[in-house]
């Protein structure tokens, strides 16, 4: 059984910056995507952006294109979520999330908070 943690969701500044990690944990996890998620109180789930595990690719939201990169450390087995340019509308509960078959997610992390003040 595989297990994605987050962590590093936190209080940021409006410009400021927080970078998120996706740990994986337990078996060997080659999934297809990993693509981070969010989700807003009283909004539906966003795709946030993803990486094709093979190729390395990355896609973006365009709500996030420019402001956030999504990165990966093999050895550790962790993908990253960097945030800059942070907006009052960026806070949310992240959540990565990997696609084992296709480009379906479903395997997920418990999600990370992240606040953004003006």
């Known amino acids: 059984q595989v297990q994605l943690v987050e962590s590093g969701g936190g209080l940021a500044q409006a410009g400021g910056s927080l970078r998120l990690s996706c740990a994986a944990s337990?078996?060997?996890?080659?999934?297809?995507?990993m693509g981070w998620f969010r989700q807003a109180p009283g909004r539906n789930r966003e795709y946030v952006g993803g990486?094709?595990?093979?190729?390395?690719?990355?896609y973006y939201a365009d709500s996030v294109k420019g402001r956030f990169t999504i990165s990966r450390d093999n050895a550790k087995n962790t993908v990253y979520l960097q945030m800059t340019s942070l907006k009052p509308e960026d806070t949310a509960v992240y959540y990565c999330?990997?696609?084992?078959?296709?480009?379906?997610?479903?395997?997920w992390g418990q999600g990370t908070q992240v606040t953004v003040s003006s």
């Open positions: 999330a990997g696609a084992r078959i296709g480009a379906t997610y479903d395997t």
């Open positions: 337990g078996r060997t996890f080659s999934p297809n995507f």
């Open positions: 990486l094709n595990w093979s190729r390395g690719s990355t």
